[in-house]
């Protein structure tokens, strides 16, 4: 067997130490002591017995020859039970000593039966060594001679043998190979190596170590196994090792291993081989009957290379009591117990990286700043077998950025046969998460790749148990799971699978759309939330399902049940913890006429994200409106007033509710907190009016059940008030409704206040309510105000909500969008204020807006004159994005926006040399061209 040199070094070391001792007990102890009662029986009798072994035809041993056959625990435990036999002097200076001699022990012990070493075994009996050696060199002869040849020559140990010593400790037959990590110790992994024993100690039959090429699933597995060996309780007869490991990595090349099994069934037939064959029987059953009859550990090493049907019928037959151990770049699915094995931590790579560059003599990397040696981890991936390729190639004499930037050797044999093994499917979605920066979601990929959610989920799972990729959990209920590629799996796709030119072209594309749908949206941020209509993105990720939900919502307005249930079903396939899903859901439920249904979607929206003030607004009206229940619902409102404290919608919807549960006063106080009424949709306006409204009325019934009718005479007279003050425009035929449907309550009070003082104002209030636009223009068709500039002639409103690139009109009975691109004022867009009187036309219905306006001018703003236009021509020098440049006749460059092309001309149309005329005008002082149209003149 071939040991390393850490191994053959504390070898010599420990063999010096022993002899050392050995001579001490000869010469100090031994003389002071009767020969029949140096050693205690048993020892002698252990003694006696490793004699008998090596020396079966020889006569009995003397005391001297039994004293070889102590090892190193003996010879202290020796010492120990003589020492006050010894002078004060020794007695007191070999007493110093005893704790690190001990500590050797275990050590030696791992040396000379071949168990893993621990990383500082050689420093540690190297420091005990060079004290012990420095406190008395008489003393320690062996070892000074030791340390000095291993100081002259490190080399020196490499031609010692290290004889097969029998592990009396061992408590199972094993046939585990030599650690491959003796040279560096096991470094770090504490915490997998714990939850490996706890899963072998546990229930589960099969357990696998899965993780990506080079990050030490042998090692892990191999160490864990011979803590196995002596554990007294693991309850286990024995472990049975076998490897499907065909390749290793040389500095070089990419080894093929002589003889190496290929074939699961190779596999199996080893194993079956090892614990005894019979002649007439299959190796499966042959191993299976060992299995059963004897509680073994089978371990099976780098199963990736052999997985197949013959390995799923083993593993699904283990029988009780004995276990397999797996480790594998691909996981086995739904048979086993996974500990994945990650990269290490920014701590433990340092920490490998300086250990590695000591141990394998490359002090210009071991004695790098700190900042350096993370640097190089990071490029490295914290992936052990890659620092130590990295390191033993720059010992070879090659450029540390060389082998950075370009692993290709280190890549193939990590992570080729995994790529091999995958899909289309999987290829394409790896491929894909290679090519765009980030961590993505099902929603993400499925656009990019244009799978559907099944094969998208498919493909995902075949990669993370393959470890190329991870997933990340959202972070709360309404978060959506992320799916990132791991670095060496990028790595390796960029250097061997890099995407075809066409596959770039088309991502791109992708990319490119995405980018125009966030724009869509961002454009909508201003909307009203409260809008049913409006699908509210949380991240870029849901710009693609938001898409389908707005398509989703546009088919329930048209009423167009089945095709909305088809668009659900996509947007859920992708994203099915995004709240608006079920939230629309819930919309189009209702619209079938499904309310239980529909709430049980509402109470899923709610579920993923509680705090969404919207959402309760709209569940709240779904309470009270279609199933009555007034008392959920008022707690619905109460809890998006929470989260809205200064909404409009929700203090209305509040108010609404409140009256319900006859809590008039508390209706009236949200009513007289809404804010800036005015700057209100008109439909909002008319809204807080007909509550306002409805609320005395109401409260004028409530007196009138409780006989307080003077109090409901003054709720009535407070309604007229409300009428008489509010612009003409808001009251509409609902309004006028609700007036005349008072006047059954107002029959009631007339009779019981019939002749008192309050008759006459009972008679006011009757008058009011025949005629409830008395002493105005009754016609509402005509109606006028008596400032000039409150009457708004339907192609005439006033502005409101400007934003960057749009703004809305209101004109008091509807209210209209129009983008920057349909702005013909002199005044620039960007310059418009809210509340200005405009003029407008109204224009083709846009498929999520409704009619738009078109055509906006400020109110009287004349015509350019011919001079005033500046009308120029021009060619188009570049389109970039959403802006471009205009190459004038003049020879100058003029910028333009997306947005200053008219309405009969499409900016992602344009394109480079064509010719174009526009208006020059100004923004923040530069000159830049409107109105820009396609010309097909000279």
């Known amino acids: ?339 994945p094995l990650l990269p290490l931590s920014a701590k433990d790579a340092a920490f490998y990286f300086r250990r590695a560059a000591r141990v394998w003599g490359v002090p210009d990397l071991s004695t790098l700043s700190n900042a350096l040696v993370d640097g190089y981890c990071v490029k490295l991936q914290r992936n052990p077998l890659f620092i130590k390729w990295f390191i033993q190639s720059v010992r070879a004499g090659k450029r540390p950025t060389v082998l950075t930037s370009n692993p290709r050797m280190f890549l193939q044999f990590c992570l080729q046969n995994v790529f091999n093994s995958l899909s289309d499917d999987a290829r394409l979605v790896a491929s894909t998460l290679s090519s765009v920066n980030g961590s993505q979601t099902v929603a993400s990929v499925a656009f990019y790749t244009d799978l559907d959610s099944l094969r998208i989920q498919s493909a995902l799972s075949v990669l993370m148990t393959s470890s190329l990729v991870s997933g990340e959990r959202g972070r709360s209920s309404e978060d959506e799971d992320r799916y990132l590629l791991s670095p060496l799996a990028r790595m390796y796709i960029q250097q061997f699978i890099r995407p075809r030119a066409d596959e770039q072209k088309r991502l791109i594309a992708k990319q490119n759309e995405l980018r125009s749908a966030q724009e869509e949206f961002s454009a909508r941020a201003g909307t009203d939330t409260f809008d049913p209509r409006f699908v509210l993105v949380r991240e870029k990720d849901d710009f693609i399902v938001a898409k389908i939900l707005t398509v989703a919502t546009e088919r329930i307005l048209r009423n167009d049940i089945v095709g909305a249930e088809g668009e659900l079903q996509k947007a859920a396939d992708l994203s099915p913890n995004y709240f608006e899903v079920h939230r629309v859901k819930a919309m189009m439920l209702d619209a079938a006429g499904d309310v239980f249904g529909a709430e049980a979607s509402y109470e899923a929206a709610i579920s993923l994200a509680p705090n969404r003030a919207s ?193 809305f009109i209101d004109t008091g009975g509807a209210r209209f969008f129009f983008h920057r691109g349909s702005w013909i004022g002199r005044v620039d867009f960007t310059e418009l204020k809210e509340g200005s009187v405009i003029e407008f036309e109204i224009g083709p219905s846009s498929k999520d807006k409704g009619p738009c306006a078109i055509n906006v001018k400020p109110l009287n703003d004349l015509p350019m004159s011919a001079k005033d236009q500046k009308i120029e021509k021009g060619s188009i020098k570049s389109v970039s994005g959403s802006f471009g440049f205009i190459t004038t006749d003049s020879g100058r460059d003029i910028f333009f926006h997306r947005t200053n092309c008219t309405a009969a001309t499409r900016f992602r149309a344009l394109r480079k040399g064509e010719r174009v005329r526009f208006i020059v005008g100004s923004h923040e002082g530069r000159a830049v061209a409107l109105n820009v149209e396609c010309y097909s003149g000279l």
């Open 1 to 339: 067997m071939a040991h390393t040199i850490q191994r053959l070094s504390l070898y010599a070391l420990i063999s010096a130490l022993e002899k050392d001792l050995r001579d001490f007990l000869s010469l100090h102890i031994s003389p002071l002591v009767d020969g029949n009662k140096l050693l205690p029986p048993e020892l002698s009798q252990k003694a006696t017995e490793r004699y008998r072994k090596e020396n079966p035809e020889t006569d009995v041993p003397d005391l001297e020859e039994l004293l070889e056959y102590l090892d190193l625990g003996d010879e202290v435990q020796l010492i120990r039970s003589h020492e006050r036999r010894l002078d004060s002097i020794t007695q007191t200076y070999i007493r110093r000593y005893y704790l690190g001699l001990e500590g050797v022990v275990p050590i030696r012990n791992r040396v000379m039966h071949a168990r893993p070493l621990e990383f500082d075994d050689l420093s540690r009996v190297s420091d005990l060594t060079s004290e012990l050696v420095k406190s008395h060199g008489a003393l320690w002869a062996n070892l000074r001679t030791t340390r000095k040849e291993l100081e002259r020559d490190p080399e020196f140990a490499a031609g010692m043998t290290i004889p097969d010593a029998i592990d009396e400790s061992a408590k199972l037959l094993h046939n585990l190979p030599q650690a491959e990590f003796d040279d560096t110790g096991f470094v770090a992994r504490e915490r997998e190596l714990s939850d490996l024993k706890k899963a072998l100690a546990g229930p589960y039959p099969v357990v696998t170590v899965a993780g990506e090429g080079g990050l030490g699933k042998t090692a892990l597995a191999l160490k864990a196994c011979y803590d196995l060996l002596d554990d007294a309780e693991s309850g286990l007869d024995a472990i049975v090792w076998t490897t499907a490991k065909a390749t290793k990595l040389t500095l070089s090349e990419i080894e093929v291993i002589e003889g190496a099994i290929s074939t699961s069934l190779g596999i199996i037939e080893s194993a079956a081989s090892l614990l005894g064959r019979q002649n007439e029987t299959s190796a499966i059953d042959d191993l299976l009957s060992h299995l059963k009859n004897n509680r073994i550990l089978l371990v099976i090493d780098n199963l990736e290379t052999v997985i197949d049907q013959n390995i799923q019928n083993l593993v699904s037959q283990i029988p009780l009591g004995s276990k397999i151990l797996i480790t594998t770049r691909i996981g086995l699915g739904a048979f086993n117990f996974p500990i």
């Open 615 to 807: 959402l309760r607004l709209w569940f709240g009206q779904f309470l009270s409106k279609r199933l009555g229940d007034q008392e959920r619902a008022l707690n619905e409102i109460l809890k998006a007033e929470e989260f809205a404290p200064q909404s409009a919608n929700v203090k209305l919807e509040c108010a609404r509710i409140l009256q319900f549960h006859r809590k008039f006063e508390e209706a009236q106080q949200r009513l007289d907190h809404v804010e800036k009424v005015d700057l209100l949709s008109a439909r909002t306006r008319r809204a807080h009016l007909d509550l306002r409204l409805q609320n005395k009325f109401r409260h004028a019934e409530f007196h009138e059940s409780l006989g307080e009718f003077v109090s409901a005479l003054v709720c009535f007279e407070a309604a007229r008030e409300i009428i008489q003050t509010a612009p003409a425009a808001l009251i509409d035929q609902t309004t006028l409704r609700h007036i005349a449907k008072s006047n059954r309550s107002l029959l009631k009070l007339k009779r019981s206040l019939l002749g008192s003082p309050e008759e006459k104002r009972v008679i006011a209030i009757e008058g009011w309510i025949s005629q409830p636009m008395g002493g105005r223009k009754a016609d509402l068709d005509t109606l006028q105000l008596s400032s000039p500039e409150q009457i708004l002639p339907p192609n005439r409103g006033r502005l409101n909500q400007v934003h960057k690139n749009y703004a």
